[in-house]
């Protein structure tokens, strides 16, 4: 293995999204009493960390694949990979996006790369793939 990367949620995302279910678990404690609310906190406790693992993007790459997600491509497919600065990244993501992309993002995160798709079988232009390690993550895809 070249090069692994797993992308998490922020903590202060995370944090937010936990306070708005504190204040749903509010209303219906107010409502409804004791009972149900615990109920409905344990839950949406329990939902909440279900989800942060579940939504990790996991990058691997390995010696004959690059694996994004569910997603796999082979290295003899790949063509050119460009890590981007974040007003590159704003741009790809919004006016100069391509439909047939495979986007590979996180709102939260401004740093990411573009690896061009040299298949002439798949209509898939590139990817665009949201990284911490963006000059890492290059350099394994050439080497």
């Known amino acids: 293995m070249r090069f692994k990367e797993v992308i998490r949620a922020p903590l202060w995302l995370i944090a937010f999204v936990y306070f708005l279910f504190l204040s749903m678990v509010l209303s219906i404690w107010a409502a409804l009493g004791n009972t ?3 109920i409905t906190f344990a839950i949406l406790t329990i939902w909440l960390i279900y989800l942060y693992f579940k939504t990790a993007l996991k990058i691997v790459v390995d010696e004959t694949h690059l694996r994004v997600g569910n997603a796999v491509i082979e290295h003899t497919y ?11 990244v704003k741009l790809v993501r919004t006016r100069d996006a391509d ?3 495979f986007l590979a993002i996180r709102f939260w995160s401004s740093k990411a790369i573009k690896v061009e798709i040299s298949d002439p079988r798949d209509r898939t232009p590139y990817w665009l793939i949201t990284t911490k390690k963006g000059q890492e993550l290059s350099n394994a895809l050439k080497s």
Request: aromatic share 0%.
């Open 78 to 88: 790949i063509g050119e990979v460009a890590v981007l600065t974040p007003a590159q």
């Open 99 to 101: 439909p047939l992309a």
């Open 36 to 38: 149900p609310a615990l």
